[in-house]
């Protein structure tokens, strides 16, 4: 799988978010299908890896004293 650019894997993340979102709204009006659906799809979106370019470096941890 190639690298892809930062805004994909924002994409993915806001559409997981909507689609969980939707699955919420969709099981308060008693649509307990589609609501399993959104979420399971929301769940899969949000969950499946994807490769980008950026890289997130996090400060090393100070000595325990």
């Known amino acids: ?8 894997a ?10 969980i979102v939707q699955a919420v709204v969709d099981f308060r009006r008693k649509r307990y299908v589609w609501s399993a ?6 769940m899969t ?11 997130i470096t996090l400060p090393a941890s100070a000595p325990a004293d």
């Open 1 to 8: 799988m190639s690298e892809q650019p930062a805004w994909v």
């Open 10 to 19: 924002l994409l993915g993340c806001t559409l997981a978010i909507c689609c």
């Open 37 to 42: 659906f959104g979420f399971l799809f929301g």
């Open 45 to 55: 979106l949000m969950l499946t890896p994807v490769e980008s370019r950026v890289t």
